[in-house]
């Protein structure tokens, strides 16, 4: 999928559960969306394990990677879960947890 911001074309990818082994998938789901752009890359990554939980990682370079390591990830091990490669290139990261969600209906119903 290709975004165009400006005069500039980003390269957009997006991935479900980034090389989780397929013998054994997790209890939950990792979303990966990637925007390169010429000299860097935003990764996006939302999380449906426990609190929905959204990450931003912006790196100055158009190679960067966002690597899971499943087994360390699933303990909610915070501290090998996830690596930027390389790690130099991240700029700033920030995260929102929603600790809260609720489900809204509306009821509509159509003329006839």
Avoid at 43 to 48: E, N, P, T, W
Avoid at 64 to 88: C, D, Y
Wanted: hydrophobic share 35%; charged share 15%.
């Amino acid at each position: 999928m290709d975004v165009f911001v400006s005069s500039s074309p980003l390269q957009v990818s997006m991935s479900l559960n980034p090389g989780a082994p397929s013998q054994t998938p997790p209890d939950f789901d990792l979303l990966h969306v990637r925007a390169e752009g010429d000299n860097d890359t935003l990764h996006f990554l939302l999380c449906s394990q426990g609190a929905p939980t959204l990450l931003l990682i912006h790196t100055n370079t158009s190679s960067s990677t966002v690597e899971v390591n499943w087994s360390q990830f699933s303990a909610r091990n915070i501290s090998g879960g996830l690596k930027v490669e390389p790690e130099s290139s991240v700029l700033y990261s920030s995260a929102v947890v929603f600790s809260r969600v609720r489900d809204f209906h509306l009821k509509y119903t159509c003329p006839p």
